[in-house]
Each structure stands twice: as C-alpha cells, then as structure tokens.
C-alpha cells in the first residue's frame, strides 16, 4: 500500500519520522490481511491529501514492526495514534469516518 501522500514508518525511524516531527502525526497501525484496514486506506489518502502543510499521516505495518505495535499496546487494527511533539494525544480503534478523523487532527492544530 505504497503512496506518495502518507508516509510508511518503521520500528527504526519510527522515533525520527513521527516522535521528532515538527507537524502533527497521525500513524494508523495495520496490517496487509486487515479488511478493515484495506477500508480505511482511501479515508486516509484523502484527509493526507487534504492535511499536507498541516499534519502527516503516517502508515506502520504491525506485522513487520511489533516492537514499536507493542510498546503502543496495539491490541485491534486498524489503530491510528495521534502524535503532537512527540506525545500521544489521541486515538481512534476501528473504521472511522474521514470527519472524525479531521476533527481529532483539527485538535491538535
């Protein structure tokens, strides 16, 4: 699930990509098997579209970077953590809705 508009991150930039960000982050912890995960890609390639000078949306596959999945206490994906320097400030369990998602960024705006 490549894109132009959402960066991929793993357990050894992880720190560097999202903690040390100077934008809000929003990482959204999934999986290639996830159906709800495949649901919730076109949402997040929109609101990065849209979020570009605002915030980055960032995409961790939990699969391949369990260090990091289980320092967050990832338990059900999709997952999408909200990051402002370098702090979590929110978080969303599930499918959810491109409005919800704005909101929570617009929050930490």
Known sequence: MASDTILQVTDGDFEEKVLRSALPVVV???AEWCGPCRMVAPTLEEVAKECQDKAVIAKLN???NRATATQ???HAI???IFFKAGKETARLVGVETKKTIMEKIDGML
């Open 28 to 30: 959204d912890f999934w």
């Open 78 to 80: 999709p997952t999408m």
């Open 72 to 74: 967050y206490k990832i």
């Open 62 to 64: 939990v699969d391949d």
